[in-house]
Nanobody, 127 residues
Framework: QAQLVQSGGGLVQTGGSLRLSCTDSGQFFSSMNMGWYRQVPGKEREFVAAIDWSGNGKDYADSVQGRFTIFRNNGKKTGYLQMNNLQPEDTAVYHC????????????????????WGQGTLVTVSS
């Protein structure tokens, strides 16, 4: 049974950077696709970025393209979201998730029944 544990996040000023991490305690991380999602209270969860199991396939929301980078280290069973040039509108709770199906990872609207979810971490960008 996989368990995704997130770290990173916090408070940063506009234009700053943060890195989120998502570590899998299970055995099958290297065969799982990973996605990052965010949610603001009162709004639907939105897709941020995704990376396939090999690390070669990536997808980004238009709103973060060029500012955020998703990558992974299968040996460490960890995925990352590097966030640069953060803006106040990036303020949200960020969740990582893994799923064996790429289509579910990048689904719009977000597919809520992904196989595994992290606990979430708050990112606050002050103006």
């Amino acid at each position: 049974q996989a368990q995704l544990v997130q770290s990173g996040g916090g408070l940063v000023q506009t234009g700053g950077s943060l890195r989120l991490s998502c570590t899998d305690s299970g055995q099958f991380f290297s065969s799982m696709n990973m996605g990052w999602y965010r949610q603001v209270p009162g709004k639907e969860r939105e897709f941020v970025a995704a990376i396939d199991w090999s690390g070669n396939g990536k997808d980004y929301a238009d709103s973060v393209q060029g500012r955020f980078t998703i990558f992974r280290n299968n040996g460490k069973k960890t995925g990352y979201l590097q966030m640069n040039n953060l803006q106040p509108e990036d303020t949200a709770v960020y969740h990582c998730a893994t799923d064996s199906n790429w289509g579910r990872i990048i689904a719009n609207p977000v597919y809520e029944n992904l196989e595994f979810w992290g606990q979430g971490t708050l990112v606050t960008v002050s103006s």
